[in-house]
């Protein structure tokens, strides 16, 4: 992810979006100036994420869900940055939407566009390991 402006005090630009406004999901976004939120709505695992990130500049983020090893994983440029164990699931719903950049639930005064660019945004059936996020980034 590549931001052409940080956000300012309160906006919320999302980077991916698996469900619903007040519903189960997955949401990376950017908070603002200097916090990126992960987020699993409405499951017993919710927690943000502050990281130092500056603008006009790339960031390669994987996020890793492992639902056997109950563990969540974030890496930025190819380091794990943080680790998170969970129980129980998410449920994200019946026909949930996937938003890359935007997301549609929020209420209409909300920023919520992706104010920079994404590149090769993959999704994996299963969680990485971390020798396989490292060689994405390298």
Request: charged residues 15%; hydrophobic residues 35%; aromatic residues 14%.
């Amino acid at each position: 992810v590549n931001m052409n402006r940080l956000p300012i005090s309160g906006e919320m630009y999302y980077v991916l979006s698996l469900g619903h406004f007040r519903e189960n999901g997955i949401r990376l976004f950017y908070r603002n100036a200097t916090q990126t939120t992960l987020r699993f709505d409405n499951s017993p695992f919710t927690h943000d994420i502050n990281l130092d990130l500056s603008a006009s500049t790339w960031y390669h983020i994987v996020v890793t869900r492992n639902a056997t090893t109950n563990q969540a994983i974030i890496y930025l440029n190819g380091n794990k940055i943080f680790t998170q164990s969970f129980t129980g699931s998410v449920d994200y719903g019946t026909n949930p939407n996937l938003y890359i950049g935007y997301w549609t639930g929020a209420p209409a005064d909300w920023p919520i566009e992706l104010n920079g660019k994404l590149d090769d945004v993959k999704i994996y059936k299963n969680a990485l390991t971390d020798a396989q996020v490292v060689s994405l980034y390298t």
